[in-house]
């Protein structure tokens, strides 16, 4: 597991990238249906984002073609990013879960100090 919390748009961008290779519009469409329209990257903040995780080796190049006399890569989640990935959701998960147990624990009366 990593050592600090991944920042959301990562998780996002990554979370996008797990069960296909996307094109970036296609990874803002899909950022904004996980996050339920509450996240919307700009296309710079994307790019941005895209070159820092091939960096670091989280994302590959899937494929690159012309289009429209364009160059479109297509971007694909690595190993170690699905690894990052699976680090991030388990630590989230026991997080959450720890919330939704305490919280549970407050009963109808509320907190107790």
Do not use: C, F, N, W
């Amino acid at each position: 597991m990593s050592e600090r919390a991944m920042q959301e748009p990562t998780l996002l961008v990554l979370t996008a990238l797990a069960d296909r290779p996307r094109h970036g519009y296609a990874i803002i469409r899909e950022v904004s249906a996980i996050s339920d329209g509450r996240v919307r990257l700009r296309t710079g903040t994307l790019y941005s984002a895209l070159e820092r995780l091939l960096a670091q080796g989280l994302i590959a190049i899937d494929r690159e073609e012309i289009v429209d006399g364009r160059l479109r890569r297509t971007y694909g989640l690595a190993e170690p990013g699905r690894e990052a990935l699976a680090a991030e959701a388990a630590r989230l998960t026991a997080t959450a879960g720890e919330a939704i147990r305490r919280l549970g624990g407050l009963g109808a009366k509320g907190a107790t100090a």
